[in-house]
């Protein structure tokens, strides 16, 4: 095929790459060392390069011939690295194990670099042009924050928002939400934009030793969406998971009896919308948008009924659920919630406050707190993507993969919200990644571009590839075959050539 001549610039992709190290096997397939790749597009032609992210956590574990730095879900024992890494540490005390700098998740700009991430408090700076490791950052040296999602925000003066946990005081567990200046002022050109980090607000858990696990968050124009749920992580077994000898992912538990509460932050005002909104106990990984209409936050987001996803990606059950066909026990769906901020307060109880036109409600309790049932937009899509220009605002578009019946995708969608309708592409042994939407240079609508996905093949005799479609009408473009093995990867993103340093600066 042909690829449009504007599309220049570089695709990056990260994910979990290597899953056995001598004799020693991850348990489950998040917690495998990061691999990088990336796609260079230059005068229409593709070139692939992909490269381990040497972390510390690769170097002790490649040094040692075995897993010695635990992950998420596998506990290393015992640790050389333990100066470094993963202590056993008790409540009484309450410093917190040192995390692993395996960033395998995602991929963050900030100002002119870019950083691999995780979820826990450390991002690795990378060279997206030779996707060598350069410096290791520390969230926690800057703001208290153990764990943070590497599902950053930016806003329109290129600041990056982030939501963390602070579990560092003793019983005072938070929601941190922080913010990474583009640049630093131009006399403190040696500093890093990380030493002019702020705290925007912070949001008290609503269990001090129980705080909800969380991937993501919403941004609209005016506010940040969060939500806790009731997905929970238990800081006490936390603190004794290294000396029980269990993973730290059997600390999270799932309270299907609990609500889900909805937090609503003011970025002009930095504070905490007082009222109560709550919905139906939920688990959810993926926001899609938020954006404001009328008095009202409208937020979409994939949401399951129980926990089970995670549990479908222990080693031992991908390659099983894959052979038997596995139906996924609960299937994501895309709910669309409407939240009215200004009301009336004096409308009676049972009233539903939402006066958008939309199946979702907003109904007023006798304590004056609101609960919320959502719009069902569509069924059996994850990894969610879309316009980012649309960030914050009304929009249309929902680029995903379709999960069919295991936790592997098999097509790629554009589903719009507006009218449900729903384009696909899928081919046979086609596992394709996330979808990612690059817009053309003189986009005059919002599907105006190319989506880019990187396709494995179920079948190890058929070359991998990259595919472009043009996003508007789902078409083929074009694709380029890489004849390497290549993985399932999680997260990244384009970025465009002139947001690329070149290697003299």
Not at 71 to 96: Q, R, V, W
Not at 130 to 140: A, C, F, G, N, R
Not at 407 to 434: L, N
């Amino acid at each position: 095929g042909q690829l449009p001549t504007w599309l220049q610039g570089i695709l990056l992709r990260n994910g979990p790459g290597m899953h056995t190290i001598g004799d020693t096997k991850y348990n489950h397939w998040f917690d495998g060392l990061a691999l990088l790749h990336s796609f260079t597009f230059k005068n229409g032609e593709v070139y692939y390069r992909s490269k381990y992210l040497r972390s510390d956590t690769y170097h002790c574990n490649v040094e040692a011939n075995r897993i010695v730095v635990s992950e998420f879900g596998t506990m290393a024992y015992p640790d050389p690295c333990k100066n470094i890494f993963a202590k056993a540490f008790t409540y009484l005390s309450h410093t917190i194990p040192e995390f692993t700098d395996n960033c395998l998740i995602n991929i963050m700009k900030t100002g002119d670099d870019f950083y691999a991430t995780s979820e826990t408090n450390f991002i690795r700076k990378i060279n997206p042009q030779t996707l060598e490791t350069l410096e290791k950052v520390d969230y926690s040296k800057y703001v208290a924050v153990n764990l943070a999602t590497s599902h950053p925000h930016y806003d329109s003066a290129g600041n990056i928002l982030n939501m963390g946990t602070s579990i560092v005081d003793k019983g005072k567990t938070k929601y941190i939400l922080f913010k990474i200046p583009p640049s630093v002022p131009e006399k403190e050109k040696k500093k890093s934009c990380f030493k002019h980090m702020e705290v925007v607000s912070s949001i008290p858990s609503r269990s001090l030793l129980h705080p909800s696990y969380y991937h993501s968050f919403g941004m609209s124009e005016n506010y940040v969406v969060f939500i806790e749920q009731p997905f929970r992580l238990d800081i006490l077994k936390l603190a004794t998971a290294y000396i029980r000898g269990v993973n730290w992912a059997s600390c999270l538990s799932y309270h299907k009896e609990d609500k889900t509460w909805f937090h609503f932050v003011d970025k002009k005002t930095k504070k905490e919308v007082p009222t109560k909104f709550y919905a139906d106990a939920m688990v959810l990984f993926h926001h899609i948008n938020a954006y404001e209409e009328d008095g009202h936050i409208v937020f979409d987001v994939i949401a399951y009924t129980d926990n089970s996803l995670y549990d479908m990606f222990y080693l031992k059950n991908l390659s099983k659920n894959l052979e038997e066909n596995k139906q996924l026990p609960s299937i994501p769906t895309c709910k669309r919630f409407v939240v009215p901020l200004q009301y009336d307060k004096d409308a009676e109880v049972g009233s539903n406050l939402v006066t958008l036109p939309t199946p979702a409600t907003a109904v007023k309790e006798k304590d004056g707190s609101i609960y919320c049932q959502p719009e069902i937009l569509c069924e059996g899509i994850e990894l969610p993507r879309i316009n980012y220009d649309y960030n914050g605002k009304k929009y249309k578009y929902v680029f995903a993969t379709k999960v069919q019946w295991s936790p592997v995708p098999a097509k790629i969608v554009k589903f719009d919200t507006q009218t449900k309708e729903m384009f696909q592409w899928g081919e046979d042994h086609c596992w394709p990644s996330e979808p990612i939407f690059v817009p053309s240079p003189d986009a005059r609508e919002e599907d105006d571009g190319v989506i880019l996905t990187c396709v494995v093949m179920s079948d190890p005799k058929e070359a991998p590839f990259l595919l472009v479609l043009d996003a508007k009408t789902f078409k083929e473009l074009g694709r380029a075959k890489v004849n390497v093995g290549m993985h399932l990867d999680l997260h990244g993103m384009f970025i465009p050539e002139k947001d690329l340093k070149t290697e003299t600066e």
